[in-house]
Structures are given as C-alpha cells and as structure tokens.
C-alpha cells in the first residue's frame, strides 16, 4: 500500500517573526485572498507551485524552508 503525504508548512511561524504579520498582510502580498493564507496555514489547501514560491519570496526563504513534504 502506498504511503500517504501531506504538505506541512512553517507559515504561522515565519509571520509571527515577520513582525506578526496578519494573514491579510500576505495575502495582499502575494494576490490571493486571506482564506487562501488560512487553509494553506492549516494544511487544508496545498498551494500551487506559483503560490509557494511566492509565500516563500515574501519571508525571503527557499520553498524548502517554508513547506516539506511528509509521510503520515
């Protein structure tokens, strides 16, 4: 049986150290809405690559800083 992944990500964190950061904040950074922040904060979205690099650019980070691939 094959393993099953999920997408993890570092982004409530990386906020919280970009000066608390509101999700609206990034949204508006990277053109989508806040409840596209909110459900790839919570693991119920994975981001398009487009949108990874993009999250990933605003906190100046590699994709790989902010999002990991994991098995469960």
Do not use: C, H, W
């Not at 509101?22 to 508006?28: E, G, M």
């Not at 990933?56 to 902010?66: G, H, I, L, Q, T």
């Amino acid at each position: 049986m094959a393993k099953k992944t999920r997408i993890t990500n570092k982004i409530r964190t990386l906020r919280f150290l970009a000066n608390e950061m509101t999700q609206q904040q990034l949204a508006d950074s990277v053109g989508v809405t806040r409840q596209t922040i909110l459900a790839v904060e919570n693991g119920k979205y994975s981001p398009s690559l487009e949108l990874a690099f993009a999250i990933a650019r605003v906190f100046d980070k590699s994709v790989e800083e902010v999002f990991a691939f994991e098995d469960e």
